[in-house]
């Protein structure tokens, strides 16, 4: 054995020997290491725990609900900030243990407030952010329904009075006396049996006199 | 008949207004509730709650802090990173006042989204008075709802969160947020 190879030997062995207690020593001192446990915020998880494929879909679903707070536009499915992405790991956990969406949104909600939720649960003066749009709609809706139907009206009896004070060809005057004249006037000028036009004889039937 | 119109119109009118004020008013109202409001400022839902409890290991050291084991004196629970420009200006304010509140009051450091070299390095550089914290994961910062940095809590002897203050410390603020976690008393 060269000098070089049992250099080397010994450079290893030495090596391992600093090496074996650091790594026996690491994983100790991680499970000394305790986040705040989840359990303590939210309870027991309350459905199976999940991995692979579903695991990856409910966390990207759940992360995509939760609004990243120091970019405050975007969810933390979307933020790549380091806080959104602690904070998607930290919905992976969750949801790999078993926690629900709602379960998982509890717990930013009680650290964070309701402002993490991207959209605000329907309950007390939310029901108006949920409500409102809507409420509004009808509202809008009847009242165009009913300046319409106004409208619609104002102009049907406006035409039909209009109309009504139009002469036509058999108008009459009121005046009885007047109305006579006015027929025998037809007569001599148009032709007209007893003063009514031929339209008219049509279509009443009758000779108004 | 034309006289019957113009009694019409104001009536009318008088509807149109009605109905745009009950639509802007409340907005003109909530604008002027809130003029004076920081729109950054969210109000933690943790005040009045016990803290989440965690353990988190010393910066440079084997040694873990239990938060539960600090019960019995009002603890300042200040989060904050390297990287962070306001954190350089609070540091020596915390110290200092780690030092004179030193065994009424326990000041602790936790340092998120961070690597840990460059925290020794920084507490070799700066000094310290006070034990600071890695919260390698960030699920420490997240339990208390940390937004950025530096925000600091404020517990009283029971492990109760009394206020946070969001922003550097100052000499001052940190008495006042003392008085309410009690450690006057």
């Known amino acids: 054995m060269t000098s070089r190879s049992l250099f080397a030997r010994l450079l290893v062995g030495a090596l391992l020997l600093f090496a074996l207690p650091l790594a026996a020593q690491a994983p100790a001192r991680s499970d000394e290491v305790k986040a705040p446990d989840p359990k303590w915020i939210v309870g027991e998880p309350a459905g199976p725990p999940l991995t692979g494929v579903e695991l990856e879909k409910e966390t990207a679903r759940v992360a995509s609900l939760l609004r990243c707070p120091v970019c405050q536009g975007l969810s933390v499915n979307d933020s790549p900030a380091t806080m959104a992405q602690n904070m998607k790991r930290q919905v992976r956990d969750l949801v790999a243990k078993g926690y629900s969406e709602e379960q998982a949104l509890i717990y930013f909600e009680k650290a964070y407030g309701e402002f993490v939720r991207l959209e605000p649960p329907m309950r007390g003066v939310n029901w108006l952010v949920w409500g409102a749009p809507v409420a509004l709609l009808v509202i809008g809706g009847v009242f165009v329904v009913f300046v319409v139907k106004r409208m619609q009206r104002a102009t049907k009896e406006s035409s039909e009075s209009a109309q009504r004070a139009l002469p036509g060809r058999d108008t009459l005057p009121d005046d009885e006396h007047l109305a006579h004249y006015v027929l025998r006037t037809r007569e001599l000028a148009y032709g007209w049996p007893g003063g009514v036009s031929p339209d008219s004889r049509e279509t009443s039937g009758e000779v108004a006199r | ?185």
């Open chain 2, 1 to 185: 008949m034309p006289h019957r119109r113009v009694v019409e119109r104001p009536s009318l009118n008088r509807k149109v207004l009605i109905a745009g004020l009950v639509v802007v008013v409340p907005f003109i109202v909530l604008l002027v509730m809130n003029l004076g409001r920081d729109p950054r400022k969210v109000d933690s839902p943790l005040i009045g709650k016990q803290a989440p409890p965690f353990s988190l290991r010393q910066v440079g050291t084997p040694a873990v802090v239990d938060l539960a084991a600090l019960r019995g004196k009002p603890v300042v629970l200040n989060f904050w990173a390297t990287w962070c420009v306001p954190c350089y200006a609070e540091h020596p304010v915390l110290v200092a006042a780690g030092r004179q509140y030193e065994g009424k009051v326990q000041f602790v450091g936790v340092v998120f989204d961070d690597q840990e070299d460059k925290i020794a390095q920084f507490l070799r550089e700066n000094g310290t008075s006070y034990p600071t914290l890695f919260d390698e994961s960030g699920k420490t910062a997240i339990a208390f709802g940390v937004y950025g940095v530096p925000e600091t809590f404020f517990i009283d002897a029971n492990g109760k969160i009394v206020d946070k203050y969001v922003g550097p410390l100052d000499p001052a603020t940190i008495e006042a947020k003392l008085r309410l976690a009690g450690a006057f008393r």
